[in-house]
């Protein structure tokens, strides 16, 4: 009965976890998650860590992304949710090793130390592998709103990620020393809880433009109908974001440093379309500034490039950036002969996405400044790619720029998810950053990752604002890196030392 019980409570705070993000964005309920799971695998072994850390992954999983089953199918949409769930498979067998092991002792802070961090190890490692890993869903993620978050401009999302867990943690073991009438132990561990909770309010972060202010229009021009069938609307869509453009001009032409569309705004490339090139270059022109477009470069025999490009008011190329980061089994199929055994969908991707090689900045020349202004410019869920975001930066990008496309997603969660990494990034960098979408959520963010302004889903708008301009680095960009491996190196270290202590035990070593 206890076996069934803790399935119950692993599946039950899986899909507590999908509660705390959006749409519903119940914030506390990924507490109580973090709290049950640690209930659940109280007494477990490694094997029945595995099962039910995986049983937990899948069912937060499942639900969060609902919308690769909007976007595609049953099959692909499963496939992503037990593969990714298969971390928190990792993770329960690793906490069930360093728990037997008596390394987290009887203690209130050990435990949920230890606990946090192999959550976090595992969630940095499975950021960056397999093939190039899958960074959605994050814990931090779900934290925008609450005080916690700002620990993120101190460690990125990783540092914010670990102090949430140690909540949780903490309050798992507020329950375990309730239960066993240690009623000192009992307060103590949800006082250090609500503390680490609220108490990263009191960091200061800097929402000046201290580097002058950039005049953006930023368009969502829509897409005449959802879904994968979105693709192959290239022409309307370009048109579409061209009227909003025109819309917008009339309101603010001669005023604007720089007009923003989004992710495959302009997917007929206007280097190679003639249509295309007259189109964007009469919308700069009416604006009277350079414009910043989503299109898709076919000129390489041997795949395609997600680019972004920088055109100018007389139809020339100022600068470009090609997605670094393309998404596995999306824009490119790895072992495609494998995949397509379990769907044929995968070859509904019949060019390969190819990976670029330069970091995501762009210079533009703002003469309203008398300067050149480096962008950071990242494409679509790039946004939750850590290295990215932190070299973008880093090499001089004073606004981030997020341009995305879910238009194949219909009215799920998956834009209003990819905001709230975008308004923790805004927090981690320490800058002003436009999510830029074909469809909406578009918006504008502060550096403290409030949210400026904000469009509608599947409709046309525009949005015209200065942008502060900011050099600072933060420290989560200076030594987010470090700090990743140091959570990955720690991970690793207490997991190898567990396993050896009980195998000294087994064996009298």
């Not at 504008?444 to 525009?462: H, W």
């Not at 502060?468 to 989560?476: N, V, Y």
């Amino acid at each position: 009965m206890r076996g069934l019980r803790n399935v119950a409570v692993a599946v039950a705070s899986g899909l507590l976890m999908a509660l705390a993000f959006p749409d519903w964005g119940w914030w506390p309920l990924a507490l109580v998650s973090l709290a049950g799971l640690w209930w659940a695998l109280e007494e477990a072994g490694a094997w029945a860590g595995l099962g039910l850390g995986w049983l937990f992954g899948i069912a937060f999983f499942a639900p969060h992304v609902w919308w690769a089953y909007v976007a595609t199918d049953v099959i692909p949409w499963a496939a992503l949710s037990v593969a990714e769930g298969l971390a928190w498979g990792i993770f329960g067998m690793a906490w069930a090793h360093v728990r037997r092991a008596g390394l987290a002792g009887r203690g209130v802070l050990a435990g949920p130390l230890l606990f946090a961090l192999l959550w976090t190890g595992v969630e940095v490692a499975r950021s960056y592998v397999p093939f190039g890993g899958f960074p959605w869903g994050r814990l931090g993620f779900a934290f925008v709103d609450v005080p916690i978050a700002r620990l993120a401009w101190a460690g990125g999302v990783p540092l914010a990620g670990f102090a949430i867990v140690l909540v949780g943690a903490l309050l798992g073991v507020g329950v375990e020393r309730l239960r066993e009438r240690r009623f000192l132990a009992a307060s103590v561990a949800p006082v250090v809880a609500i503390a680490i909770v609220f108490l990263p309010g009191l960091i200061p972060i800097d929402a000046r433009a201290t580097d002058g202010e950039l005049s953006v229009a930023v368009i969502q021009g829509n897409v005449p109908n959802r879904g994968l069938d979105s693709f192959s609307q290239a022409r309307e869509v370009l048109d579409n974001h061209a009227a909003v453009s025109a819309q917008a001009a009339a309101v603010a032409a001669g005023t604007v440093d720089l007009m923003i569309w989004p992710e495959n705004a302009a997917d007929l490339d206007p280097r190679t379309d003639e249509q295309s090139r007259d189109t964007v270059t009469a919308a700069a022109q009416e604006m009277g500034a350079p414009l910043l477009l989503g299109t898709v470069d076919y000129t390489p025999e041997d795949g395609r490039y997600n680019t972004s490009l920088l055109w100018s008011q007389n139809g020339t190329v100022l600068d470009l950036y090609q997605k670094q980061r393309p998404v596995p089994f999306a824009e490119y199929i790895p072992i495609r002969d494998f995949a397509r055994l379990f769907s044929e969908d995968v070859d509904r991707v019949s060019v390969d996405m190819l990976a670029g090689t330069e970091p995501a900045v762009m210079q533009v020349g703002i003469e309203s400044l008398g300067r050149v202004v480096t962008l950071g410019t990242v494409i679509c869920f790039e946004v939750a790619v850590d290295d990215v975001v932190r070299e973008s930066i880093a090499l001089g990008g004073e606004v981030l720029i997020v341009q995305t496309n879910n238009a194949t997603f219909g009215d799920t969660a998956e834009s209003t998810q990819q905001l709230q990494m975008s308004r923790l990034k805004a927090i981690e960098t320490g800058r002003y950053t436009i999510q830029d979408s074909t469809v909406g959520v578009s918006a504008i963010i502060a550096p403290d990752g409030r949210v400026l302004q904000q469009t509608g889903l599947f409709t046309a708008e525009y949005m015209l604002a200065d942008v502060g301009l900011r050099t600072e680095i933060t420290p989560a960009v200076r030594f987010g890196g470090y700090l990743e491996w140091l959570f990955m190196g720690g991970a690793v270290i207490a997991l190898v030392s567990a396993v050896s202590r009980r195998m000294r035990a087994r064996y009298d070593w």
